[in-house]
């Protein structure tokens, strides 16, 4: 048997637990360097593209292997420590390996196509385009596009910048050979770096602890929006640049602003490569090609691009690092904040967790030791904080749930040639539709609460039903259905309702909405702050408002409807709440002009409220990790979460049952160190049809949760219930 060939082990893109082997393709035997590689195998009648997890001991005789396919890449597609960080990823969520490797990576790779080429692409005129220029419309795109590059050519990143929707504009005028994309090397696309402002001798205290930080250092960066924290990055950036290293930035799905590229671009001047959801696949690929080849010297990005190789890795940032979009909710259910920290450790290098608002764990942590903190406490530049009152609205007479002097606060600010930002966090133009004889309330027949059906919003200036949990749509009713009565009223407020009244109110400025109804194409947030603007006018929407687009001109922000959010049975709902109303009052008063918040509520004296107004983010976070430790919540215990939904009622409660005798049974002798919870209803239990129960699971030790998953994982996938139910495991879930 000695000089047999080792057998490929490999991850296949399979809710399977286990590796599948196989024999190497003929041609190309196998080579203990092959772990990483892409291969194609057949599964059953399919073919599918795997990943060589490792390499196994030769076969033993009479042993049935298939034999693979043929390989895809002559060289790994995830690198030692990628492959290895992933491996640590997938036994943390108890998830196949192959399903892991398969999130990581783009679709276009995960389909089997080859690693892209990675040169830029830039834009000029051809002759003929030089000549029929003058004959395109003036004002229209492929116009606005052709006198680009008659200025000179352009590369795509710097076409981004300069103009949107470019893309649709090149494309009608390659049709008739007016435009034509060639390629250039990736180095020559960026500009000359332009200076920034002095640091402050906060700003270079926090720029000189990151300078000094050697190998795997985690650091806690605290300051107020406006601080100056994206300053310290960008230092922090240019150092790890000059070291000849690659850093990677993480940023929330809604702060990847054009905006903010651009200040990363004009500063740094390296090409800096973007990686987000609206990017086509060939540009995922793309971009996640040139990090694998170590051209990507700095790469911004959401959740998914802390999945990109980084072969000459030197810092990784994670801005606002409590923003609810790192955490995948379906799939794979990874944070990527935790998992940004996990690479730092593997590749050994600093890792910057930036914000505002900590998240508690992260605060715990620096509080413990594990970070270091760095506080930027006080705006850079000249930019003031903001003024917060709270506005009593009990006894009030409320127009469309604004109460008077809130109305004639905002009428004073535009009059005063700024800008009001409306915070109301429920799209829609009511939540709810009542029949005002019987009572009757219009509700979804595929979703329900607890109690009852689960209320259908009214949208569409109140034409039209729809349910916020499923999608199901309606037209409103004419009638009751209950009663024959014709009193079918909208009740409450919702942003469209908002806008309706203010448009009313405030005939002489404009009024943009800004919500998920309104701004579902890819460039039409930013559409809508551009078409405003620095001009006095008023904003309305949503949490999509807490952040993203800078907004110089903002002098008043209006929070109306926090008042259900005080009262949540989530324990993560005050910490949530918190952080928003900091970050919304935050965007009030960013440059020269004093910003003003107004708290609208009926509950002033409630605790939160007046923690955060008297002692600041800070106080509140003392406060709510004093009782999340006398509760046992995490930071100070350690959750996963089972979930199972089914269209048949009981099937759900029946698999989490046998899960919890699994789990019982895992646990052993030493099970009064694991608390199990449940199984209980979802909070939401029944959506789309489906009955929804959960099982929670807890220890205040993170080891042995999963010590306890791990022998219990193997018994969740072979139990006949789990035939009938689609389940999954949630570790650290931050919805309940
Ligand atoms: P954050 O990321 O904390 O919100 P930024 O880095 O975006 O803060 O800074 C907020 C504003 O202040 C920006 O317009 C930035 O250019 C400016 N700024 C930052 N640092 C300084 C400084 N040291 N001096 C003057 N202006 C500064
Ligand atoms: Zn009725
Ligand atoms: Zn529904």
């Known amino acids: 048997m000695t000089g047999a060939p080792p057998i490929l082990r490999v991850a296949l893109p399979l809710p399977l637990p286990q590796l599948f082997d196989y024999r190497a393709p003929e041609a190309a035997p196998a080579r203990h360097e092959d772990a990483g590689r892409r ?42 420590e990628l492959l290895a960080s992933l491996e640590w990823l997938a036994r943390y969520v108890h998830a196949p390996l192959g399903e892991v490797l398969a999130t990581a990576l783009p679709a276009a790779l995960r389909r089997g196509e080859p690693l892209p080429a990675t040169h830029a692409w830039a834009w000029r005129l ?28 352009r590369d795509e990143g710097a076409l981004d910048d300069a103009m949107e929707a470019w893309r649709a ?22 500009p000359a770096p332009q200076p920034g402002p002095d640091l402050n001798p906060e700003q270079q205290a926090a720029v000189d602890a990151l300078r000094s930080a050697q190998g795997f250092t985690p650091h806690l960066l605290e300051g107020v929006t406006g601080s100056g924290k994206t300053e310290v990055y960008l230092h922090a950036i240019a150092d790890c640049l000059a070291r000849g290293r690659q850093a990677l930035v993480l940023v929330p799905e809604i702060g990847l602003t054009p905006q903010m590229l651009g200040r990363f671009r004009a500063r740094l001047g390296v090409p800096v490569h973007a990686l987000h959801s609206g990017l086509n696949d060939t540009e995922r690929a793309r971009a996640w090609a040139a990090a694998w080849r170590g051209e990507a010297r700095v790469l911004v990005g959401t959740r998914s691009a802390v999945f990109v190789p980084l072969p000459h890795a030197g810092l990784i940032v994670v801005d606002e690092e409590h923003d609810g979009s790192y955490k995948q909710q379906d799939g794979i259910r990874y944070h990527a904040r935790d998992f940004a920290l996990v690479r730092g450790k593997a590749l050994d290098v600093p890792v910057v967790l930036g914000s505002a608002t900590p998240s508690l764990e992260s605060l715990h942590n620096a509080r413990t030791g594990r970070y270091r903190h760095l506080s930027l406490t006080r705006r850079a530049g000249e930019a003031l904080p903001p003024r917060v009152h709270v506005l009593d609205v009990r006894k009030r007479p409320l127009d469309a749930g604004l109460a008077p ?49 689960a209320p259908m919003t009214v949208h569409g200036g109140g034409r039209r039903l729809q349910c916020h949990h499923c999608g199901a749509r309606r037209p409103v009713p004419q009638a009751c259905p209950d009663c024959a009565s014709l009193a079918l009223q909208p009740q409450g407020t919702g942003t469209e309702r908002l806008e309706e009244l203010l448009v009313q109110r405030f005939r002489d400025v404009p009024v943009v909405r800004i919500d998920r109804g309104s701004t579902r194409r890819k460039d039409a947030l930013q559409r809508r702050f551009d078409a405003l603007g620095r001009q006095p006018g008023v904003l309305v929407g949503t949490q999509m408002l807490a952040k993203g687009h800078d907004l110089p001109n903002l002098t008043l922000v209006a929070v109306v409807g926090i008042d259900e959010g005080l009262f949540s049975a989530d324990f993560r709902a005050s910490e949530k709440l918190a952080q928003l109303l900091v970050q919304v009052s935050g965007r009030a008063g960013r440059s020269d002009k004093p910003g003003e918040v107004v708290l609208q509520t009926h509950h002033p004296d409630h605790p939160l409220l007046q923690t955060l107004i008297h002692g600041g983010y800070r106080a509140f976070a003392d406060e709510e990790l004093r009782q999340r430790e006398a509760a046992g919540f995490p930071p100070f215990a350690h959750v996963a979460l089972l979930r199972a939904e089914a269209k048949a009622a009981a099937a759900p409660v029946d698999f989490l049952q046998a899960a919890r005798d699994a789990l019982q049974a895992a646990a052993g002798a030493r099970d009064g160190e694991l608390l199990l919870h449940g199984p209980v209803p979802a909070p939401m239990p029944r959506r789309a049809g489906m009955h929804r129960a959960q099982l929670m699971i807890e220890s205040v030790d993170r080891r042995r949760l999963h010590a306890v998953l791990d022998g219990a994982m193997p018994e969740l996938y072979a139990v006949p219930a789990a035939r009938r139910v689609r389940w999954s495991l949630d570790v650290d879930p931050v919805d309940f």
């Open 39 to 80: 291969i194609r195998v057949p599964f059953g009648s399919r073919e599918l593209v795997g990943v060589v997890a490792a390499l196994g001991a030769p076969d033993a005789p009479g042993t049935e292997l298939r034999t693979a396919l043929g390989w895809l890449d002559e060289a790994p597609m995830f690198h030692g």
């Open 169 to 190: 504009a090149a494309r009608a005028l390659d049709k008739r050979g007016l435009v034509e994309r060639f390629a250039i090397p990736a180095s020559q696309v960026a």
């Open 126 to 153: 051809t002759e003929a385009g030089a000549t029929a220029l003058s004959g395109l419309r003036k004002g229209g795109r492929p116009r606005r596009f052709a006198d680009l590059l008659a200025a000179a050519p």
């Open 405 to 453: 002097e809130l109305l004639q606060a905002m009428r004073d600010a535009v009059d005063a040639g700024g800008q009001v930002l409306v915070f109301k966090n429920r799209r829609g133009y009511a939540p709810v539709l009542v029949c005002h004889d019987c009572g009757w309330s219009a509700q979804c027949r595929r979703c329900s609460t607890t109690t009852k059906g």
